[in-house]
């Protein structure tokens, strides 16, 4: 497998493939969504709740999304998404978060048709 230049352009180290399905496994607070095509792994969603402090609710935020080389183009982010959605409305979240580097404009553009915004602060409050 190689690495993506959007995940550090490097792969994951040993250590960390060895013991990160267990770790997550151990936090309740962990969603890890996986989507087969033809029996295939082809994406994968990691989400990890949060809390919001000025709701008094639960947030669900979208920490990592991929979708594999030959299975892009097909939608697949877009059904993930959906799953995700669902799952914050099941935990009663208040709103669903993500980070997306400035430079990954594929990314942006799936997260924006899906309906996610940039958030900018007020200018009058900076």
Known sequence: MHAYP???GQGLPDEVKANLPTELAKRKSAHVILAYVD??????????????????KPLLNIHD??????????????????KVEEIAYDLGCCKLTL???EGNHVA??????????GYELNPKLV
Do not use: D, H, W
């Not at 029996?39 to 008094?56: D, K, M, R, Y």
């Open 99 to 101: 980070e997306v580097l």
């Open 39 to 56: 029996s295939q792994p082809a994406g994968l969603v990691v989400c990890l709740e949060g809390f919001s402090t000025f709701a008094c």
């Open 6 to 8: 959007m995940g550090g």
């Open 65 to 82: 999304v991929i979708v594999a080389l030959p299975y892009r183009g097909r939608g697949l982010s877009k059904l993930l998404l959906n």
């Open 108 to 117: 942006q553009s799936a997260y924006k048709s899906y309906g996610f915004s």
